[in-house]
């Protein structure tokens, strides 16, 4: 999983706080979060680095993804960097309606690329 999640906490911190109470089996979680990240093709973030405008991304996020519709996912950020691309999916990997996470999108105009 260090491929897709930059840490082995967070990967811990994933299976205890959603995986455990997801009626899958640890391996049978991780499979599935693995076909979800598949699932979503990313744009290349080299072009928008180091600065990044927030509702280009994700105009490219969706320009991507087939199906994939404004209020079924957010560009989160803090005060100064980009912090997270969130997408809503079925346990089926279908894009879904998340008014509550795309509600929290980014409000600035430009975030900075956290560095790798």
Same mark, same amino acid.
């Given at each position: 999983?260090?491929?897709?999640?930059?840490?082995?906490?967070?990967?811990?911190?994933?299976?205890?706080?959603?995986?455990?109470?997801? %009626?899958?089996?640890?391996?049978?979680?991780?499979?599935?979060?693995?076909?979800?990240?598949?699932?979503?093709?990313?744009?290349?973030?080299?072009?928008?680095?180091?600065?990044?405008?927030?509702?280009?991304?994700?105009?490219?996020?969706?320009?991507?993804?087939?199906?994939?519709?404004?209020?079924?996912?957010?560009?989160?950020?803090?005060?100064?960097?980009?912090?997270?691309?969130?997408?809503?999916?079925? %346990?089926?990997?279908?894009?879904?309606?998340?008014?509550?996470?795309?509600?929290?999108?980014? %409000?600035?105009?430009?975030?900075?690329?956290?560095?790798?």
């Amino acid at each position: 999983m260090l491929d897709i999640m930059p840490s082995l906490g967070l990967i811990g911190h994933q299976w205890r706080k959603h995986g455990s109470c997801s %009626g899958l089996s640890q391996e049978d979680y991780f499979a599935l979060t693995r076909a979800a990240f598949d699932r979503v093709a990313l744009p290349d973030p080299a072009p928008l680095a180091p600065v990044v405008d927030p509702v280009r991304l994700a105009t490219l996020v969706r320009s991507a993804n087939e199906g994939l519709e404004e209020g079924q996912m957010a560009v989160t950020c803090d005060a100064t960097y980009l912090r997270e691309i969130r997408i809503c999916i079925t %346990g089926n990997l279908d894009f879904r309606a998340c008014p509550e996470v795309a509600a929290r999108a980014c %409000g600035l105009e430009q975030a900075r690329m956290p560095s790798p």
